[in-house]
């Protein structure tokens, strides 16, 4: 059999598009996600995302940090989180002044962080939030962003933090909003308007990814990132955390979080906002089929019963930088065009 053959003429004729930047259509980008995860067309689609996104970001790669900050139950109660009200079962907690302080430095002396992502509850005491904001702006150098990734935002709040100098926010209309969590859709597409209006670089993604959610789903919550042009977009699956409400439904395997991958990254050819794609949490499949960004994280995670999760399942700026340079990048971007930085194990 010829080789080539296993690719159909229609799957051919989108990956040729794509390949000269032109993207796809809603039609196309459904076929493509209709593709079996596991077959060479999926192999070939990859392999074609691989190469869109190595002629738009070259070896660059970003490296971003998020720190989990406070944890108690949520009324926003998404069933795949760890901290929904229904369903928590952890101490209440803040992050210390000085665990704070401690990650900061680590950012600093390991190097090569893009930016450090804050993580706050769907509801916050904003003044707490603007000290912390304060307190990490001032540890920082300023080739590190600070990033916020906390509930909706009224406009004047996302001015406030602006001015304390947060430089973006990640904000997502999440696959199932309203249906599993108390959240209603508007909300985030308003907050997601108002983070731009003031000028905020806007990180999202197509997440919380399950077996459940259709390729239709999937595909306009990648289309509507488009529309309002993100600075970063992800891919991320659903983790079944033990006790979470989802985690009975299992979870998507890495092939098909891969290809996933590939099909936003030519979804998002024509977004001229787009800074990189991310993989969260990373793995090396999602770095071969598009991405080439990932997290270390820190603090409480949505997705992990550790009090900690630098000593649960996250990985560390070392890990992250080791997995980029084992796929081929050797350069880590840098905030306000500071010079990036190399990759050095």
Known sequence: MNFFSALSSQTQAILEKSLCNIPPSRSELLHLLSLDPYGMESDFLRSAAKSISRKRFGTKSMLLCQTGIESFPCSADCAFCNFGQSTFTQEVSRISNDALLLINNTLIHQKGAYAHFLLFMHTFDFSFMLDIVERTRKALPSNIDIVINCGDLELTQAQELKSAGVSGAY????????????????????????????????????????????????????????????????????????????????????????????????????????????????????????????????????????????????????????????????????AHGYTDLPIIL
């Open 171 to 334: 904000h997502v209309l999440r696959l199932g909003e309203g249906k599993d969590t108390t959240i209603q859709p508007e909300e985030r597409i308003k907050s997601i308007a108002d983070l731009k209006k003031v000028g905020l670089d806007w990180y999202t993604c197509c997440e919380p990814i399950g077996p459940e959610h259709t390729n239709e789903e999937i595909i306009d919550q990648i289309l509507l990132s488009s529309e309002y042009e993100c600075f970063q977009n992800a891919v991320m699956r659903r983790i079944c955390v033990p006790g979470s409400a989802l985690a009975s439904r299992g979870q998507i395997d890495l092939l098909r979080s891969a290809q996933i991958v590939a099909v936003l990254t030519l979804a998002m050819i024509g977004n001229k906002e787009l800074s990189s794609i991310a993989i969260h949490e990373p793995d090396l499949l999602g770095l071969s089929s598009g991405a080439n960004c990932i997290y270390a994280e820190f603090g409480i995670n949505p997705r992990d019963l550790a009090t900690d999760t630098s000593d649960g399942r996250a990985y560390s700026l070392q890990d992250c930088k080791a997995m980029l340079h084992d796929v081929g990048y050797d350069s880590l971007m840098q």
